[in-house]
């Protein structure tokens, strides 16, 4: 049974949550970690549940559904060619706009709610001490009257802040989630580069121990070698990478790389990607080791127009 990556978050989450989600199918899928653009709650019908479809244009139902009244992380909006809006909250999962509310929103209004009725009661009061002081001299009503307002001023401004700080807080969170993941990003992409760049100095090096061993065609070393028997032998030892045996299958492996951006340790081949006859190891400088022919054997060479190889694959 296939998995879907779902953006619901539970009652208790934050804006980035992982979790697991439950859907009307009860099938129970794992929730994707990412950073929501907003949150929404399904507002469809009471006890109903709302399709999810796999695109917003001609899409097609998946076979579950959101249940009334759970919030759900959109990752992404569109326009579908009538002009309806959709949210994206999977991988590949798309539901209606139009029976969902912005929980956010529904924040700030229950927030702005809750100062008006506090601010209606301080009114009350407000009425209700100027009745019961009304024969009492006029300066004293006026008096307290002015305290109630002040005091329904303060409640607003307090009102105010909290809400400034709740959307400081959350912005705060967003941003320190954002730089841990570029951090995260940048540190496997740095040891990476230096394991290889040791990995490379290593095939370099025995490379260059190798000119001067005889060439024999089919010979995997240690003391002879034809070209790719020199290819598999040196990145074994030094790298640590089994290779396929022949030109053939090793011009398969790695990354192409333009021959002007060459790196020490890279392969270098001549002929066709699809039929290539010959094979060696850059070493830098503009130079390579290869086990070249019976007569030369295995050889340091400069990179000639003569002879310039036409592919070039990073392993390592």
């Known amino acids: 049974m296939a998995k879907h990556k779902l953006f619901k978050l539970g009652a208790a989450a934050a804006l980035t949550v992982t979790g697991v989600s439950a859907l009307t199918s009860l099938k129970t899928v794992r929730a994707a970690s990412f950073t929501a653009i907003k949150r929404v709650k399904i507002n469809y019908l009471p006890g109903k549940s709302l399709n999810i479809w796999t695109n917003y244009n001609n899409g097609k139902f998946m076979g579950y559904r959101a249940k009334d009244g759970t919030i759900w992380n959109v990752a992404e909006t569109a326009v579908d060619k009538k002009g309806n809006l959709?949210?994206?909250v999977g991988t590949r999962e798309w539901i209606e706009a139009r029976y969902t509310v912005d929980v956010d929103k529904d924040a700030s209004a229950e927030a702005e709610n809750a100062k008006q009725n506090k601010l209606a009661n301080l009114a009350s009061k407000v009425k209700k001490a100027?009745?019961?002081?009304?024969?009492?001299?006029k300066k004293t009503s006026l008096t307290a009257a002015q305290q109630a307002l002040k005091n329904a001023q303060a409640a607003e401004k307090k009102a105010k802040e909290d809400i400034a700080k709740?959307?400081?807080?959350?912005?705060?969170?967003?941003?320190?989630?954002?730089?841990?993941?570029?951090n995260t990003?940048?540190?496997?992409?740095?040891?990476?580069?230096?394991?290889?760049?040791?990995?490379?100095?290593?095939v370099v090096a025995l490379a260059k121990e190798q000119v001067g061993k005889p060439y024999v065609w089919g010979a995997e070393g240690p003391d002879t070698f034809d070209c790719s028997g020199l290819v598999q032998y040196i990145y074994q030892h030094a790298a640590g990478v089994s290779m396929p045996r022949t030109t053939y299958d090793q011009v398969k492996v790695g990354q192409t790389v333009p021959l002007d951006q060459l790196q020490a340790g890279d392969l270098v081949f001549w002929g066709s990607e699809t039929a290539p006859y010959h094979v060696a190891i850059y070493i830098g400088n503009n130079q390579y080791v290869n086990a070249a022919t019976p007569e030369q054997g295995t050889i340091l060479q400069t990179m000639s127009s003569y002879y310039k190889p036409t592919i070039a694959k990073r392993v390592l």
């Open 185 to 202: 990003a940048v540190k496997k992409t740095k040891t990476k580069s230096v394991q290889a760049s040791s990995k490379a100095a290593s």
């Open 166 to 182: 709740a959307k400081a807080e959350a912005k705060a969170k967003k941003v320190k989630k954002a730089k841990q993941i570029v």
């Open 86 to 88: 959709w949210y994206k």
């Open 130 to 137: 100027t009745k019961k002081k009304a024969k009492k001299p």
